[in-house]
């Protein structure tokens, strides 16, 4: 019994180390595909779908499924990419005019910068979903826009669970690690991304896309 639990053991440990090895790996394909900038609409997406795939333990090789989801989200992960990074640009410019203003006495100017926070907060979302969609839906850009609206809207709290997760991730941890223990920071660098998008894909699979998944033509 105890030599039968031990392989368990051994297995389950074996599983992680690969689990970790993919992410690492994906984590490269990712930032390599997304230094052009106008292509981290069809990377993010391209991550989502192996994520997502990995999660339903689906697919080839994570390589094979990455580049196959960039290949079909090449033309509208750009344009959704870069009409999404045009956005973010507008918050932030906003949110540091605004603190700015803060910082010179205008008290007026806390209530546009709280605004634009909860702005950034949607943004966030809005991304998540827009590209988990465009992940593995084919539709139109159109159509990909008013479907990511309705899953959001959908359950308002399990978007704010999205949302948690995707914020505890992109801002805390990181944070936290730089802060209190540098040393661990560069897991941030070399897996971050590709495992907050595991986690993710977890809620997608399991609750936001549970009903549609089989339909799916990707």
Known sequence: MSEKTNEMEENIIFDKFILLFNLMILNVMWFICSIPIVTIGASSAALNYTCIKLRRDEGDSIVKMFFHSFALNVRQGMVLGTGMLAILIILFAGLI??????????????????????????????????????????????????????????????????????????????????????????????????????????????????????????
């Open 97 to 218: 005019q605004s603190l700015g203003a803060v910082n010179a006495g205008h008290s007026i100017s806390v209530v546009f910068a709280v605004i634009l926070v909860l702005l950034i907060f949607m943004w966030i979302v809005v991304y998540t979903y827009l590209f988990m969609v465009l992940s593995r839906f084919d539709n139109s850009i159109f159509r990909t826009i008013i479907n990511s609206i309705y899953f959001i809207a959908q359950d308002f709290f399990r978007t704010l669970k999205v949302l948690g997760i995707e914020c505890f991730g992109i801002v805390i941890i990181p944070m936290f690690l730089l802060r209190y223990v540098p040393y661990l920071f560069p897991i941030v660098i070399f897996i971050g991304m590709p495992l907050l998008t595991y986690i993710t894909a977890g809620i997608f699979n399991n609750e936001v896309f549970a009903d549609y998944i089989k339909t799916d033509k990707k």
